[in-house]
């Protein structure tokens, strides 16, 4: 039997790794087998990681050691964030990922120039611009979720015009690059540019947005460790970080089609400018109030009821609380329910993840298609923290900026409750009608105090 040699055991390790990257993506895309999805992802890119490592190229350890030791002393304090500061830490994951794929174009480019061809130097431009911009936006984008910088769009009068134009000048610079790749002192100019635009880019958009923002990032540094892959001809690289730009463009695709928005929409719509009702009808207009022992009550005499989650939620790191509601509320024989929105939350799926931090049952949470039709012959619809994703106003108003977003048919249920701190618009900066209908009671205050509360009085009292 012939022995395997030194290439062929790495490329056997790299084809392993990359089918287990697709398995991956294949068991991530249901709740039920998601943690199998993550384990087969770390396998492969420790699988990757290590047969690379032994690849004859690499003539010495050291510095790869030193790398490894940083970015261990870094990852374990991001990787233990709390549930609410994963979308920031998405982020900066993808920020990290971006720039190390940018600086290893920047040092290929110094390594071999003038004797680039113009399809090398093709690949190295194109990934340099898109992690050089991805970095900086994913850094705006941190910082808009953290609330270090303001949520709301920062816009100026040509804004679009200027930030189109730095990127021309980027892609200019590329273009005469390609051509003679001998003019060193342009290359730096190319990617400070391609910096300048990442910050561009995303500093417009709003916290209503960022969902989707966080999603394209993804697929941005995703292309650009796929085109670094092209420029180190390492082919694990290419399929991983092709699976990971398509994955995250297509969850880009859908996440607009659940906000009924386009991409130009939500990458230069600057939505989420805070909005004057017209007239004093809205200073007008007032909602009924409730007790945690009304709300008790309320669920206790209830047969069905759909919870909607929302960021409140997972600000007061509410999702235990409402384990514990949903626990006791099914043992007096309360069929319970979650009603998902695609966009709840700051990050795809944050509101899937939270709740199974809480070991909520797979079952129960169900996405937006799933549960629209059950909310006609639900008896309660509690709404935790949830605001611009059950407006009315996307279905009835065609004034409103968000005409047209599917939504989460709340104020179909026979009863409405709403845990809120406060009547505050929402990131579309609009009031929510839901608040003001005959049906809807409001709960204000912090959502793990109000949720915490209501379990007292249930196991306190009840039926």
Same mark, same amino acid.
């Not at 060193?184 to 960022?210: K, N």
């Not at 012959?377 to 900026?401: C, E, F, H």
């Given at each position: 039997?012939?022995?395997?040699?030194?290439?062929?055991?790495?490329?056997?390790?790299?084809?392993?790794?990359?089918?287990?990257?697709?398995?991956?993506?294949?068991?991530?895309?249901?709740?039920?087998?998601?943690?199998?999805?993550?384990?087969?992802?770390?396998?492969?890119?420790?699988?990757?990681?290590?047969?690379?490592?032994?690849?004859?190229?690499?003539?010495?350890?050291?510095?790869? *050691?030193?790398? !490894? /030791?940083? #970015?261990?002393?870094?990852?374990? =304090?991001? $990787?233990?964030?709390? %549930?609410?500061? +994963?979308?920031?830490?998405?982020?900066?994951?993808?920020?990290?990922?971006?720039?190390?794929?940018?600086?290893?174009?920047?040092?290929?480019?110094?390594?071999?120039?003038?004797?680039?061809?113009?399809?090398?130097?093709?690949?190295?431009?194109?990934?340099?611009?898109?992690?050089?911009?991805?970095?900086?936006?994913?850094?705006?984008?941190?910082?808009?979720?953290?609330?270090?910088?303001?949520?709301?769009?920062?816009?100026?009068?040509?804004?679009?015009?200027?930030?189109?134009?730095?990127?021309?000048?980027?892609?200019?610079?590329?273009?005469?690059?390609?051509?003679?790749?001998?003019?060193?002192?342009?290359?730096?100019?190319?990617? *400070?540019?391609? !910096? /300048?635009? #990442?910050?561009?880019?995303?500093? =417009?958009? $709003?916290?209503?947005? %960022?969902?989707? +923002?966080?999603?394209?990032?993804?697929?941005?540094?995703?292309?650009?460790?796929?085109?670094?892959?092209?420029?180190?001809?390492?082919?694990?690289?290419?399929?991983?970080?092709?699976?990971?730009?398509?994955?995250?463009?297509?969850?880009?695709?859908?996440?607009?089609?659940?906000?009924?928005?386009?991409?130009?929409?939500?990458?230069?719509?600057?939505?989420?400018?805070?909005?004057?009702?017209?007239?004093?009808?809205?200073?007008?207009?007032?909602?009924?109030?409730?007790?945690?022992?009304?709300?008790?009550?309320?669920?206790?005499?209830?047969?069905?009821?759909?919870?909607?989650?929302?960021?409140?939620?997972?600000?007061?790191?509410?999702?235990?609380?409402?384990?514990?509601?949903?626990?006791?509320?099914?043992?007096? $024989?309360?069929?319970?329910?979650?009603?998902?929105?695609?966009?709840?939350?700051?990050?795809?799926?944050?509101?899937?993840?939270?709740?199974?931090?809480?070991?909520?049952?797979?079952?129960?949470?169900?996405?937006?298609?799933?549960?629209?039709?059950?909310?006609?012959?639900?008896?309660?619809?509690?709404?935790?923290?949830?605001?611009?994703?059950?407006?009315?106003?996307?279905?009835?108003?065609?004034?409103?900026?968000?005409?047209?977003?599917?939504?989460?048919?709340?104020?179909?249920?026979?009863?409405?409750?709403?845990?809120?701190?406060?009547?505050?618009?929402?990131?579309?900066?609009?009031?929510?009608?839901?608040?003001?209908?005959?049906?809807?009671?409001?709960?204000?205050?912090?959502?793990?105090?109000?949720?915490?509360?209501?379990?007292?009085?249930?196991? $306190?009292?009840?039926?």
């Amino acid at each position: 039997m012939t022995a395997f040699t030194a290439g062929q055991l790495i490329d056997l390790a790299y084809l392993v790794a990359v089918a287990l990257f697709i398995l991956a993506l294949k068991w991530l895309s249901s709740p039920t087998s998601a943690r199998r999805g993550v384990l087969s992802g770390e396998v492969a890119a420790a699988l990757a990681v290590i047969a690379t490592l032994y690849n004859p190229e690499v003539i010495q350890y050291k510095w790869i *050691l030193i790398a !490894l /030791v940083v #970015g261990t002393g870094a990852g374990i =304090p991001l $990787g233990m964030v709390h %549930m609410t500061a +994963v979308p920031q830490r998405t982020a900066l994951s993808h920020a990290f990922g971006a720039l190390s794929a940018a600086m290893i174009g920047i040092a290929e480019y110094y390594v071999r120039a003038p004797r680039l061809t113009p399809f090398a130097m093709t690949e190295i431009a194109l990934e340099v611009i898109i992690g050089s911009l991805t970095f900086t936006g994913s850094l705006i984008a941190a910082g808009k979720l953290q609330e270090i910088l303001p949520q709301r769009p920062i816009t100026y009068r040509g804004q679009n015009f200027v930030s189109l134009s730095v990127l021309g000048a980027a892609v200019v610079m590329a273009v005469f690059l390609i051509v003679h790749p001998e003019y060193v002192h342009l290359f730096p100019a190319m990617v *400070l540019v391609s !910096l /300048v635009f #990442g910050v561009l880019l995303v500093t =417009p958009i $709003g916290g209503a947005d %960022m969902p989707t +923002v966080i999603s394209l990032l993804n697929s941005y540094a995703g292309f650009s460790a796929a085109l670094l892959g092209f420029v180190l001809n390492i082919k694990v690289l290419v399929v991983a970080g092709a699976l990971d730009g398509s994955s995250g463009f297509i969850l880009s695709v859908i996440m607009c089609k659940a906000m009924n928005r386009s991409f130009t929409n939500v990458m230069f719509g600057a939505f989420g400018q805070m909005q004057t009702p017209a007239g004093s009808a809205a200073a007008e207009r007032t909602v009924r109030s409730a007790t945690a022992e009304e709300a008790a009550a309320i669920l206790t005499a209830a047969r069905t009821l759909v919870i909607v989650p929302g960021y409140g939620m997972a600000v007061a790191q509410a999702q235990h609380k409402v384990r514990e509601l949903f626990d006791i509320l099914t043992r007096k $024989g309360v069929d319970v329910k979650f009603g998902i929105h695609p966009v709840a939350g700051r990050m795809p799926g944050h509101m899937n993840v939270l709740l199974a931090e809480a070991d909520i049952p797979y079952d129960k949470l169900l996405d937006m298609e799933s549960v629209n039709p059950e909310f006609p012959q639900t008896d309660v619809a509690l709404v935790i923290g949830a605001n611009d994703v059950t407006n009315p106003a996307a279905r009835k108003d065609a004034g409103s900026p968000i005409y047209g977003m599917p939504i989460l048919d709340v104020d179909k249920a026979r009863t409405v409750m709403v845990i809120k701190r406060s009547l505050s618009p929402g990131f579309a900066g609009i009031d929510n009608e839901l608040y003001y209908l005959e049906k809807t009671l409001m709960l204000f205050g912090d959502a793990k105090t109000a949720v915490g509360e209501i379990v007292r009085e249930l196991a $306190g009292g009840g039926h």
